[in-house]
């Protein structure tokens, strides 16, 4: 698969747009901010539709909890705000008030990952995908591109529940094309097909797994690619397949290790069919604000960085059918 | 000058929370398990809301048009409970089940189990925005239901409370009434012992609200007829919400549990629940 690197349109671009979008058609559906509608773009429905916008303020227990009000009378709010905020200044709120009783709240994490414009560690999102998924009755999903934003942003207003999106602030490449790809809950996407190792990846990280697959064929290796924007309910199936056929696993991801894609593969590796398997991600570390490039080499998730983990990985799987 | 009718009613509500009262005290005792002191000081505000003052239909506990009611101090869920049966949402009997396992009567209101219910709380201070978006969201598709909601006031220590008072009054929700259960102790004292009352919180709770804006009254909570009177008092504010502060008991009706801290969430034994009984019978 070859990237569009010369289309790149960003997330919260797309987002914005659909949501608009969804305002207008649907009379349920209302966005709901908490004062970061520049950023996040829920400006486009303030200025589009202004009478579906709710302004929340600087307080995202007391949103969530509206939000949850607002579901019980048969509306349909899309909570957005930064990832950082949204999961972790309002986690007991969406457990008790939303993920509970399983009441149709779209929540929208805006700017997760490294990669959130030089802020640094307090508005950067390395927990969200780890923390929603341990919640009861919550989707989980991260689209790889604005495409596919789009794509998931119809599934969640068709569907009565909670959702989580995973999203990113700045442009990236155009993976999928909007006339054909489509999205299903709990199923993979097979980027690119390969013999010798398997490179899972989810939201923003699988442009880069991509590139790295890329880089590996040119050095002899065969690295397919699984897109996984599912992340809750997952593609079991599709992991379990992937292992079978090439018995190396590389899960990479803009997260932390801890509990977020690499470790919901490696739950369903251990249980059907354990592999080598390395993580690429944010090890246990606080990050910091810089350029892109900068955070992603010093936090190894760069594309040099899945490169390695396939080598490695690939070593191991040698070293054990020798 | 009350009429006859006006004064049999208060003295019906009455009897309903001296029974309510009964039925909290043998499912606590039954069920080895519960809160006490908050259900006892919450229960004539919600035989005032579900017997009188609330537009519902037990029968049709979704109807869209109902009024909305909730608990934010989920603690007292054993009083809704007892209330929602005597109103008919359920079997009385099913009290019995109070905190077992399967049991729809959860140790904290569960929305997902129990007809009448219109929000899960329990973690504290959540009730209240959720009833916010209540309100906000019957403004929206311009339904006329009113939205009731009980607070307590040790509740009022977390800042959730006043992001949503702040909400309340920013879209001018005059369709929401919260009633403040002010019973001025929580689970370990509020009052503070000998020489050490500079633990007392400050908190002045009429002068909070008015500062947000809201619509102020206070009230005897456990008097029914004035329960009722600031529900209809606030019917009739425009552009803002009300908030009742309902000066109560905690433990009322019992005199060996009113003002004791130690029965937030005691159990009473065969003794005390007979002796409490036995207190009640003589109130009414």
């Known amino acids: 698969m070859q990237l569009q690197l010369d289309k790149k349109v960003a997330m919260r671009d797309a987002f914005g747009e659909t949501l608009l979008q969804f305002t207008k058609d649907d009379p349920r559906v209302y966005a709901v901010d ?89 508005h950067q999102g390395l927990e969200d995908i780890a923390i929603m998924r341990s919640l009861a009755n919550m ?54 097909e ?81 592999v080598p398997m390395t993580r690429v991600g944010v090890r246990d570390l606080n990050s910091e604000s810089g350029p892109n490039d900068a955070l992603l080499k010093k936090y190894q998730i760069a594309v040099e960085d899945i490169v390695r983990g396939a080598k490695e990985v690939l070593q191991r799987k040698e070293k054990e059918n020798v | ?62 109807w869209a048009e109902r009024d909305r009611f909730v608990l934010s101090k989920g603690h007292s869920a054993i009083a809704l409970y007892t209330v929602l049966a005597l109103r008919g949402y359920f079997p009385v009997e099913e009290l019995k089940t109070f905190d077992d396992i399967d049991s729809r009567l959860q140790a904290h209101p569960d929305m997902k189990l129990l007809p009448g219910l219109d929000m899960s709380t329990g973690s504290l201070g959540q009730g209240i925005s959720a009833a916010v978006g209540m309100a906000l969201g019957a403004k929206l598709k311009q339904q006329t239901f009113s939205t009731y909601c009980i607070i307590g006031d040790g509740e009022s220590q977390e800042g959730q409370v006043w992001e949503a008072a702040d909400v309340a009054a920013k879209y001018e929700l005059d369709n929401l009434v919260v009633i403040m259960d002010y019973n001025k102790l929580q689970q370990f004292g509020w009052k503070g012992t ?67 801290y130690t029965w937030h969430a005691k159990v009473p034994n065969a003794e005390e629940l007979k002796a409490a009984l036995e207190e009640l019978d003589m109130g009414v």
């Open chain 1, 139 to 192: 989707v989980v999903l991260a689209p790889a591109d604005a495409v596919e934003v789009k794509k998931v942003m119809e599934f969640a207003r068709d569907y009565h529940g909670p959702v989580y999106i995973r999203l990113a602030r700045d442009p990236l490449p155009t993976l999928f094309a909007e006339e054909t790809h489509t999205f299903t809950p709990g199923k993979g996407v097979k980027l690119i």
């Open chain 1, 34 to 122: 908490g004062d970061l509608a520049t950023s996040t773009r829920l400006d486009k429905v303030a200025e589009g539709n202004p009478a579906k916008f709710l302004q929340m303020g600087i307080a995202e227990q007391n949103m969530l909890g509206v939000a949850s009000g607002l579901a019980t009378v048969g509306l349909q709010p899309w909570v957005c705000t930064f990832a950082a905020f949204i999961v972790k200044r309002s986690l007991d709120q969406i457990a008790v008030t939303i993920a509970q009783p399983k009441l149709d709240v779209k929540m929208i994490g805006a700017y997760s990952g490294l990669l959130t414009g030089c802020t640094g560690k307090t």
């Open chain 1, 194 to 274: 390969g013999q010798d190792v398997t490179i899972i990846s989810t939201g923003t990280q699988t442009g880069r797994a991509v590139q790295a697959a890329n880089l590996l064929r040119a050095a002899g290796i065969q690295a397919g690619v699984l897109h996984l924007p599912s992340i809750k309910p997952i593609d079991v199936e599709a992991i379990v397949e992937a292992a079978e056929r090439t018995g190396a696993v590389v899960a990479t991801e803009e997260h932390s290790i801890y509990g977020g894609l690499g470790s919901a593969v490696a739950e369903v590796l251990v249980e059907h069919k354990p």
């Open chain 2, 194 to 260: 000998e020489g050490r009352e500079r633990e007392i919180p400050i908190f002045s709770p009429e002068d909070r609200w008015a500062a947000f804006g809201w619509n102020v009254l206070a009230i005897d909570g456990h008097d029914v007829e004035q329960i009722i009177e600031a529900c209809q008092q606030a019917k009739r504010v425009h552009g803002k919400p009300t908030v009742v502060i309902a000066h109560t008991v905690k433990g009322k009706g019992v005199s060996f549990m009113e003002n004791n």
């Open chain 2, 1 to 62: 000058m009350k009429t006859v009718s006006a004064q049999k009613k208060i003295n019906w509500l009455q009897k309903k929370s001296s029974e309510t009262r009964r039925l909290i005290l043998q499912t606590v005792h039954h069920a080895g398990a519960g809160h006490i002191g908050g259900p006892l000081s919450v229960t004539d505000l919600l035989i005032a809301l579900y017997f009188d003052v609330m537009n519902i239909k037990p029968d049709e506990p979704l």
